[in-house]
Structure formats: structure tokens, C-alpha cells
């Protein structure tokens, strides 16, 4: 199965416009990497496929983050080609995280050589604010969007034009002792991000709940959806109790500041 023309420039009007989003809106800066496996599933006929994609490379962004400008793996990219090469090649879910891995740690060295080229654009409007040229310094900051706009294209349409055999090809040059580290790291990474994520919750207050929802996955075998559920359900019912709470706090502290002595 190959990609159509339609599919190719969708997607790279769609990693653009997410790319830009990223970088300045930041509308939609939370679930770019599952949306991106949703979207790239949609163009491609397997949204499903493309989801669990997605939602699994979103869990590994949890332990990682670009503080101070810090180049990290690009899972966004990971998810957008891995759905595509999965889908074009039929080899499912598996493979393609496989791939994904190593793209979204490609993808990194490319944000690197990105940022560097940035500064030259950088440089020459800062030039022009030295010589009080404002329109041209705003084109030159304009310019300096090119770079990242090429970076997620160049790479989506090396891999729909010339076929996801050159992903493989790329993997095979890889050695089998960095693939493994690769395939390790992305199997811990979802853990690392969910215990980071636990560390800055209330956990404490809420272990009750974390035995439940361990039970019923580990035990009852629930569904995650049913899970989910189940959690909405409990947050509700604490959200009602809290509030209850507050009113009667409010409504006591109201009739006891007033005494007869006062009426």
C-alpha cells in the first residue's frame, strides 16, 4: 500500500499548522502526540490504530520535558510516522512503535540542527533593529518560521514518497545493541512519565481509589474506558462532598458571627 498525493499533503499541512500551534498558539499544547496518531489514522483509513499509537507514545512524554529550551525525543513525529508505516505496511501496532522510537529520537537531532539554523535568522533582525529597520527585522523573524515548518515536512514526505522500506532501511543500519536500548527505554518511559506524574498528585489522600483501580485492572480485568469511568465517577462524588462542605462552613460561620446582643 502506498500514500496518495491527497494523504501527503494533508498530513504536512497538518505538521505544519501542529508545529506552529507548538511553538506560539499553543490552542491545542495538551495530547499533541495522540492526536497526531488520531489524525494521521484518519487520513490513512485506521484511526484506531493510529489512537493506540498515539496514546502510547503520549504516556512515554510524561517523563520526559524540554525545560530550558532542551531538545527532547519528538514523539509527535514518532506517532505521525509510526501510524503512517504501520498502516502502509499492514504490520500493526507493534512495528509500529517500532519504528516510532527511533524516528522520534532522529527527529530530536533535527530539532537541534533547526535551533541552530534559527539563530541566523536571529542575528539578522536583530541587525536591522540596530539600524532601526523594523519592517525588515519583522520579515526576518517570519523567516525564521521556514526552518521549523521544514522540519516535520521533510521527513513526512521522505517516508510517503519513497516508502516506509526507507524507515526500515534506516532501522537495519542501526545496530541490534541500540535497537534494544531503544525498545527498553520505550517500554520504561510510560512508567517513568505515570510515576512522575503520581509524585506531583495527591496521592495520598487518594490511595484508596489507586487500590481500586489496580484491582479492577489487575483482577477484574475492566477495560480501561471502564476505569476512566470509574475515576470521573469517584472525582465527581469528592467534587459534590467538597462542595457540600464549603456551604456548610460558610453557612456556620454566617449564623455564628451574628448574637443577640447584635440584633
Given amino acids: 500500500m ?6 501527503i499533503i494533508l498530513l504536512c499541512i497538518y505538521v505544519v499548522i501542529q ?19 488520531l489524525f494521521t489514522g484518519l487520513i490513512f483509513g485506521d484511526p484506531l490504530l493510529g489512537l493506540t499509537i498515539g496514546g502510547t507514545l ?7 520535558g524540554a525545560y530550558g ?5 519528538d514523539y509527535t513525529m514518532g506517532a505521525i510516522i509510526g501510524t503512517a508505516v504501520a498502516v502502509l505496511t499492514g504490520k500493526g501496532m507493534d512495528y509500529g512503535l517500532t519504528v516510532a522510537i527511533p524516528v522520534s529520537l ?15 535568522f536571529a542575528h539578522k533582525a536583530e541587525k ?38 526507507l ?5 537495519d543500519i542501526l545496530p541490534d545493541w541500540l535497537m534494544g536500548g531503544m525498545n527498553t527505554a520505550g517500554g520504561l518511559l510510560p512508567a517513568v512519565g505515570i510515576a512522575i506524574l503520581l509524585r506531583y498528585m495527591n496521592t495520598k489522600n487518594y490511595i484508596a481509589y489507586m487500590i481500586v483501580g489496580f484491582v479492577l485492572f489487575a483482577y477484574l480485568s475492566v477495560p480501561m474506558l471502564g476505569i476512566a469511568l470509574f475515576g470521573i465517577a469517584a472525582g465527581l462524588i469528592n467534587y459534590k462532598k467538597a462542595q457540600e462542605q464549603q456551604i456548610q462552613v460558610a453557612g456556620a460561620a454566617s449564623t455564628g458571627g451574628i448574637d443577640d446582643d447584635e440584633l
Fill in 2 to 7: 502506498e500514500a496518495n498525493a491527497l494523504q
Fill in 19 to 37: 508545529g506552529y500551534d507548538m511553538m506560539n498558539t499553543q490552542i491545542l499544547v495538551y495530547g499533541y502526540v495522540v492526536s497526531a496518531g
Fill in 58 to 64: 503520549q504516556l512515554m512524554t510524561l517523563g520526559v
Fill in 69 to 73: 529550551g532542551a531538545s527532547v525525543p
Fill in 106 to 120: 532522529l527527529m530530536m537531532q533535527l530539532d537541534i540542527l533547526v535551533r541552530t539554523i534559527s539563530v541566523w
Fill in 128 to 165: 536591522c533593529v540596530d539600524e532601526g529597520n523594523y519592517p525588515k527585522m519583522a520579515l526576518w523573524i517570519r523567516c525564521g518560521w521556514i526552518p521549523w515548518a521544514l522540519k516535520p515536512v521533510i521527513p513526512v514526505v521522505l517516508v510517503l514518497t519513497v516508502g516506509a522500506d
Fill in 167 to 171: 524507515v526500515q532501511k534506516v532501522l
